[in-house]
């Protein structure tokens, strides 16, 4: 999950816990002060006709045309003395001038006259207007509580992304670094001590994997370089003790294993200090080659060496011919490897296809069952099947030339073993 929605489902679970508790508080407190604003409205009614009463003046008509209802009854000294002087309570009343009963309001009061006379006076108000107001109250904080956690998640989510584009810049970049190759140096724009100090601590970690890289290169250019020698040597002394006429049959034998070997052992230096090489970017120079034309060469020269097993090559070429700029030496290898690749791994009496097409080479051979992707060109990785003579460096070096260059190299399995490099 991208840091960015995590912050979004993380800062919408907090508002919403947070603005639902502060809803549910400002409802209520809102409810409240409604109805105390309602109970000082029947105060002030109560205290109107109890002063009227009082004093002999003609107190309002119960059908006054408003929504506000009151009732004046005598009552026995022994009721008033069991109830509180004044309530309040939410009951249902009669109004009168609807003619229907109604939710309302109720304030009760109980006074006593000049003459010592108890009377209890009920005034009631309906509060069908005050459930409309805290309806219409309810609905506009929801529509507002969406407003603002929108808002809120929007706000933030544009700060989080202007604020990490130090931290964006620094990941394509890590994305775009190739060891050994001319990187640019790691993005540090910004004042954010954290950012600059990560983007400084990579840029150190690649300085020094820059180091060891080169330093391997050397190891395994300067290794492969002095064994040619003595390989030579070795090769030639077996070469001269193998033209012996006093050799019995198991030295012959003998010699001829170490030759084997020795000429493996000849391979593997010439590819190490070939893939050393390429790294070091020593093959400058370029020309127009024509893959389809090395397609075929390697095809045939290959389906000769391999015809013993049964192994044939079909080639398809659409086009006739494929030019690419490059190291006329290295598209020969890239070919001549993939190709042999197939031939070498591919069981007796199958057919290895290659075929050209548009900008595309693909090589297709059979295979029981797929090869692990993220190693298939690995150094010295064989695979579960170790082929004689073979030395674990072909496609790592096909891989090699394809980074130098910018190819494409891919591999799938769809029945069959595909190798394919989009130039």
């Known amino acids: 999950m991208k840091f960015i929605y995590r912050i979004i489902i993380s800062l919408s679970a907090l508002m919403l816990v947070f603005m639902t508790l502060w809803g549910i508080f400002f409802f209520r407190?809102?409810?409240?002060?409604?109805?105390?604003?309602?109970?000082?409205?029947?105060?002030?009614?109560?205290?109107?006709?109890?002063?009227?009463?009082?004093?002999?003046?003609?107190?309002?008509?119960i059908d006054n045309g408003s929504n506000n209802t009151y009732y004046i009854h005598k009552v026995t000294p022994e009721y008033a003395a069991s109830?509180?002087?004044?309530?309040?309570?939410?009951?249902?009343?009669?109004?009168?001038?609807?003619?229907?009963?109604?939710?309302?309001?109720?304030?009760?009061?109980?006074?006593?006259?000049?003459d010592n006379s108890f009377y209890e006076l009920t005034v009631a108000v309906p509060s069908f207007e005050r459930q409309d107001l805290i309806s219409a109250i309810l609905k506009w904080?929801?529509?507002?509580?969406?407003?603002?956690?929108?808002?809120?998640?929007?706000?933030?989510?544009?700060?989080?992304?202007?604020?990490?584009?130090?931290?964006?810049?620094?990941?394509?970049?890590?994305?775009?670094?190739?060891?050994?190759?001319?990187?640019a140096p790691v993005p540090c724009d910004t004042g954010i001590i954290e950012f600059r100090t990560l983007a400084q601590a990579t840029q150190e970690a690649a300085d020094r994997f820059e180091r060891q890289y080169e330093l391997q290169n050397q190891f395994i250019g300067n290794a492969s370089h002095e064994l040619q020698t003595p390989l030579a040597v070795c090769m030639g002394?077996?070469?001269?003790?193998?033209?012996?006429?006093?050799?019995?049959?198991?030295?012959?034998?003998d010699l001829t294993g170490i030759s084997r070997m020795l000429q493996r052992m000849v391979r593997l230096n010439r590819t190490l200090l070939l893939m050393t090489k390429i790294d070091n970017g020593q093959f400058m120079d370029?020309?127009?080659?024509?893959?389809?034309?090395?397609?075929?060469?390697?095809?045939?020269?290959?389906?000769?060496?391999?015809?013993?097993?049964?192994?044939?090559?079909?080639?398809?070429?659409?086009?006739?011919?494929?030019?690419?700029?490059?190291?006329?030496?290295?598209?020969?290898?890239?070919?001549?490897?993939?190709?042999?690749?197939?031939?070498?791994?591919?069981?007796?009496?199958?057919?290895?296809?290659?075929?050209?097409?548009?900008?595309?080479?693909?090589?297709?051979?059979?295979?029981?069952?797929?090869?692990?992707?993220?190693?298939?060109?690995?150094?010295?990785?064989?695979?579960?099947?170790?082929?004689?003579?073979?030395?674990?460096?072909?496609?790592?070096?096909?891989?090699?030339?394809?980074e130098r260059y910018a190819f494409r190299l891919d591999y799938f399995y769809d029945g069959r073993h595909n190798f394919t490099v989009e130039f």
């Open 237 to 253: 002394r077996i070469e001269m003790m193998l033209d012996s006429d006093s050799l019995t049959r198991q030295q012959a034998e």
């Open 83 to 114: 109830v509180p002087r004044i309530s309040y309570e939410d009951a249902m009343i009669f109004i009168a001038n609807k003619g229907e009963t109604e939710a309302a309001r109720i304030r009760r009061h109980v006074f006593m006259d000049e």
């Open 286 to 402: 370029k020309t127009r080659v024509d893959i389809a034309s090395l397609v075929r060469d390697s095809a045939e020269m290959f389906g000769e060496i391999y015809g013993h097993k049964g192994v044939k090559p079909a080639v398809s070429v659409e086009a006739g011919a494929l030019y690419v700029d490059m190291n006329e030496q290295l598209s020969s290898v890239l070919v001549s490897n993939l190709v042999k690749n197939a031939f070498v791994h591919s069981p007796s009496g199958t057919v290895v296809d290659i075929s050209v097409s548009g900008r595309t080479l693909r090589v297709t051979n059979s295979g029981d069952a797929p090869l692990d992707k993220d190693r298939i060109f690995a150094r010295f990785y064989q695979g579960p099947g170790k082929k004689e003579g073979s030395t674990g460096l072909g496609l790592a070096l096909v891989k090699s030339i394809c």
């Open 29 to 61: 407190a809102m409810e409240e002060e409604i109805i105390d604003e309602t109970d000082d409205m029947l105060e002030a009614y109560s205290a109107d006709i109890i002063m009227k009463w009082l004093s002999g003046v003609e107190i309002p008509s």
């Open 141 to 183: 904080m929801v529509f507002l509580y969406f407003i603002l956690l929108a808002a809120c998640i929007g706000i933030t989510v544009a700060v989080v992304e202007y604020n990490f584009r130090p931290l964006k810049a620094l990941v394509r970049w890590t994305k775009s670094y190739i060891p050994g190759k001319k990187n």
